[in-house]
């Protein structure tokens, strides 16, 4: 099982789509789950600075892992930030998702405690308070992707007093990063793949990715007894696996009549979850899917909630359920 990083929390799932019934979350997930970040910070917005910061010595080129010199002399008591590579992608905001390969070491003696690189896989995560370090909160924003940032960010920022045990970072470190920003992800955001084809014979959807709701019309028929999982924008993205978690927008209407009963539209905000935590229609659905595609899910009551749908939801007993999903990034 890949490890998490360090920096951030696990994100939870949605409550709509949690699978009823479902075994508990396996042993090894649970041993390897990293710790959340200190509670929400009281500390104020940081003082931004453009350093000191140490020198990258190799890896030098976006993408690359860098290799990163011991801090000289006395790290900055304020946020130090500087973009090293200036990229010309879309404009990271608080509150956003990022996408992004990253170093973090040890001022003091650049001792490497966390690292995206050696594992081949970015992560994905909000810079939303109580999710990531307020390091990161404040320093990437207003950054744009395609771009390498380094930053040294003092305790205050970081894990505060208490360090974190597990990193071996203790409570006056300052912790040096390089970032390199591969993309990022707000509620305006929409799967860009190629459109496909749709089948007659099943919903129709909506092919803008202009970050609004698609279209979903469901035709005048009985609905398939089976699962159905067809692209209407197919990217080119990693494929999804069956265990993945996956940053995703959605919507979902109930075949029997077209009402509409959940949808991260709706609520401006886009929602991430493990497949192995949702219901069975949506995690055969989406597995073996690529990131950046639109996925038309018709998923039949068996693979559904059945005769046991949630409480309070429009959803009744035995109902097929229709989704759309903008498969955003692999987490």
């Known amino acids: 099982m890949r490890r998490r990083s360090l920096l951030l929390a696990v994100p939870a799932g949605l409550a709509t789509l949690s699978a009823c019934g479902s ?30 910061l140490p020198e990258i010595t190799a890896g030098k080129e976006f993408g690359q ?22 990229g010309n992608g879309r404009t990271v905001a608080e509150n956003d998702f990022i996408q992004a390969q990253y170093l973090g070491q040890n001022w003091a003696n650049a001792k490497v405690f966390d690292n995206s690189f050696d594992r081949g896989t970015p992560i994905v995560i909000q810079l939303a ?27 205050t920022w970081g894990y505060g007093e208490q360090g974190n045990a597990q990193a071996g970072i ?12 591969e993309n990022t992800f707000n509620a305006r955001s929409s799967a860009e793949g190629k459109a496909v084809p749709q089948d007659s014979a099943l919903p129709e959807v909506g092919t803008n990715t202009d970050g609004k709701a698609p279209s979903l019309e469901i035709p005048r028929t009985a609905p398939p007894k ?26 979902g209407v109930l075949w029997a009549d077209g009402k509409e009963f959940d949808s991260t539209y709706g609520r401006g905000q886009l929602t991430s979850f493990s497949l192995q935590q949702v219901v069975p229609g949506w995690s055969q659905g989406l597995a073996g899917k690529k990131v950046g595609s ?19 939801s429009p959803i009744k007993k035995d109902s097929t359920l229709v989704f759309t999903v903008d498969l955003l990034a692999k987490m």
């Open 65 to 86: 892992k860098p290799t990163v010199a011991k801090g000289s002399g006395t790290p900055s008591k304020d946020l130090a930030v500087r973009t090293v590579i200036a």
């Open 226 to 251: 089976d699962l159905v999982s067809e692209y209407v924008l197919e990217g080119d993205g990693p494929t999804v696996e069956k265990d993945s978690t996956v940053l995703v927008q959605y919507k």
């Open 294 to 312: 639109r996925v038309l899910i018709v998923i039949p009551p068996k693979l559904g909630y059945g005769d046991n749908p949630p409480q309070g």
């Open 23 to 52: 075994d508990s979350p396996d042993k090894e997930a649970d041993a390897t789950a990293s710790p959340s970040p200190q509670s929400p910070s009281a500390a104020p917005p940081p003082k931004i600075v453009d350093g000191p």
């Open 129 to 155: 308070q109580g999710s990531i370090i307020d390091g990161w909160r404040y320093g990437l924003s207003g950054k744009k992707a395609g771009s390498r940032v380094m930053m040294a960010v003092p305790p």
């Open 170 to 181: 203790k409570g006056d470190d300052t912790l040096v990063f390089v970032i390199d920003i």
